[in-house]
C-alpha cells in the first residue's frame, strides 16, 4: 500500500526565510504533485513532476523529484505572509491508477 | 470554464436524514473523485470514476455511502442515513485524458457537511 509522509506538519517561519518541506512515498511512483490550501479553500495545483531529477520553479517556490529516494522537496525562499497556506503532495503509483494518495500535509504560517 | 462545480457549499442536516452533495466535472475531463477531508484524517479517496464508470470504491467507508454518475457531466455522492462522524469537507476533482499536457486533478470548492 502506497503511503506518502511530509514533514514537517507544521512550520512557523519569518519572512525573508528559506525553509524546504519534504515528501516521502513508500513505492515507486511515476510522478509526484504539490498543492496548496488555503484555510477553508479547495486544493489548487502548483506543480506536476513527472520524472527523476524534475525541478519546477514558480516565484518563491520550487519543487524537485528523486525518484530514487523516493522524496520530493517544495523549497521556500524568502518566504513571504502570501504563501502561508497548508502544502500537501500527492502521488501516483505506477500500475496505471489515476488515484492520489496524498500526504498528510504542512501548514505553513509566515509571521510578518 | 467554470471549473468543477459542487452543490451545496455548506449542508447542515440532522443525523439519520439523507444527504445528496453533486457535482459537475470539467467538460472533456473522463475521471472523476470524489474525496473526503478532515482533521483527523487528511485527504481520504472514497471513489473515482473513468468514463462514467466506477472503479474503484475501496475508500467508500461503508454501505451508507453511496456515488452514482449517470453521464459524463453529472455525479452524486449519497449518504443516507447520516451520522455526527460524517461531518467532514467532500472535494469532487475532475482529470482530463492521458496526452492533454497536464496531468492533475482540478478541484472543486468542496462541500462542507455538518450532521448534527
Known amino acids: 500500500e502506497l503511503k506518502v509522509e511530509q514533514n514537517p506538519l507544521f512550520l512557523s517561519m519569518q519572512e525573508g526565510k528559506n525553509y524546504t518541506i519534504y515528501c516521502n512515498y513508500s513505492?515507486?511512483?511515476?510522478?509526484l504533485y504539490w498543492y496548496r490550501q488555503d484555510p477553508g479553500k479547495s486544493l489548487e495545483s502548483l506543480f506536476v513532476?513527472?520524472?527523476?531529477?524534475a525541478v519546477k520553479q514558480e516565484g518563491r517556490l520550487m519543487a524537485s523529484l528523486d525518484t530514487k529516494a523516493r522524496l520530493s522537496t517544495l523549497h521556500i525562499t524568502a518566504a513571504v505572509h502570501d504563501l502561508s497556506a497548508t502544502y500537501f503532495c500527492?502521488?501516483?503509483?505506477?500500475?496505471?491508477?489515476?488515484?492520489?494518495?496524498f500526504g498528510t500535509g504542512t501548514r505553513l504560517k509566515v509571521l510578518a | 470554464d467554470a471549473g468543477v462545480i459542487q452543490s451545496p457549499r455548506h449542508e447542515v442536516t440532522e443525523m439519520g436524514q439523507e444527504v445528496t452533495l453533486r457535482c459537475k466535472p470539467i467538460?472533456?475531463?473522463?475521471?472523476l473523485f470524489w474525496y473526503r477531508q478532515t482533521m483527523m484524517r487528511g485527504l481520504e479517496l472514497l471513489i473515482y470514476?473513468?468514463?462514467?464508470?466506477?472503479?474503484?470504491d475501496s475508500g467508500m467507508p461503508e454501505d451508507r455511502f453511496s456515488a452514482k454518475m449517470p453521464n459524463a457531466s453529472f455525479s452524486t455522492l449519497k449518504i443516507q442515513p447520516s451520522e455526527p462522524r460524517d461531518s467532514a469537507v467532500y472535494f469532487c476533482?475532475?482529470?482530463?485524458?492521458?496526452?492533454?499536457?497536464?496531468?492533475?486533478?482540478?478541484f472543486g470548492s468542496g462541500t462542507r457537511l455538518t450532521v448534527v
Open positions: 476533482a475532475s482529470r482530463g485524458p492521458e496526452g492533454g499536457g497536464y496531468y492533475g486533478y482540478t
Open positions: 513505492t515507486t511512483s511515476d510522478r
Open positions: 513532476l513527472l520524472s527523476n531529477g
Open positions: 500527492a502521488v501516483v503509483g505506477t500500475s496505471g491508477t489515476y488515484k492520489y494518495i
Open positions: 467538460s472533456g475531463h473522463n475521471s
Open positions: 470514476f473513468n468514463n462514467n464508470v466506477p472503479i474503484d
